[in-house]
């Protein structure tokens, strides 16, 4: 098994993802990637390509996620919260916790509410 790899969209403020790699979790931005103003499903084509968990604030995801499951695709995860509901901090807090705690396949087709 391998472990989790987190991608964060550009609707996730830059300190989620930063802190996150200051304690060691293997994460990436769109901004990172040179992805910023990429269309949402280009966004998780992207995660898809390189194996990680989409985390993002959009709620236009779930929607996706609904597509994809009736088009049979599939993808590495996705973790949604409302922006407002977490500081940064409790953010990096949840997220290192699905990083440290599940392994790459346990996300596989799966949405996390935090």
Do not use: C, P
Request: charged residues 25%; without cysteine; aromatic residues 10%.
């Amino acid at each position: 098994m391998s472990e989790i790899k987190i991608y964060t969209n550009e609707s996730v403020n830059i300190e989620v993802s930063e802190g996150l790699k200051r304690r060691g979790i293997n994460v990436f931005s769109a901004r990172d990637s040179g992805n910023l103003g990429l269309s949402d499903t280009s966004q998780l084509e992207y995660a898809v390509l390189n194996q990680a968990v989409i985390f993002t604030h959009d709620n236009d995801f779930l929607r996706l996620n609904r597509e994809w499951i009736q088009e049979g695709k599939e993808h590495w995860g996705i973790i949604y919260v409302h922006q407002d509901k977490f500081s940064v901090g409790e953010i990096i807090r949840h997220l290192m916790d699905y990083a440290l705690i599940l392994e790459a396949e346990e996300m596989k087709n799966r949405i996390e509410f935090l």
